[in-house]
């Protein structure tokens, strides 16, 4: 059996990091992580998407993460978990918006992780 796919979009290299090494261990094919709302729409233009889009809601370039999943759910199947360093009532109901298959507020931990990542790629 093929391990599923996962791009991380997130624009903190760290963190980046840090999620590619929990999910790689779990046995899930990490894609490069991109760091740009806009770079993740034209790398899912030009290559086969992936399974599932880990999304940071503050990114760098013009689009937030919340726009570019937005932008996404338009045109891909492609469930979407949120990752952010905040937690406040606005950017939570504006996430919502967009139907995310999950939500996680920064440090994030392994096990919160592994299960909202297993959670939606059953969906």
Known sequence: ???KSILI????GLIALHLME????????ILEPIASGEE??????ERSPPDLILMDITLDGSLDGIET?????????IPVIFLTAHSNSLITARAK?????GYIVKPVMEKDLLEHVER???I
């Not at 979009?9 to 903190?12: G, M, P, S």
Request: net charge positive; aromatic share 6%.
């Open 97 to 101: 918006e967009v139907s995310p298959c």
């Open 120 to 122: 939606a790629l059953r």
């Open 40 to 45: 993740a729409l034209r790398h899912l233009e």
């Open 1 to 3: 059996m093929t391990a």
């Open 9 to 12: 979009v997130e624009d903190e």
């Open 69 to 77: 999943a937005r932008q996404i759910r338009k045109r891909y199947a």
């Open 22 to 29: 929990i999910l790689t261990n779990a046995g899930y094919r």
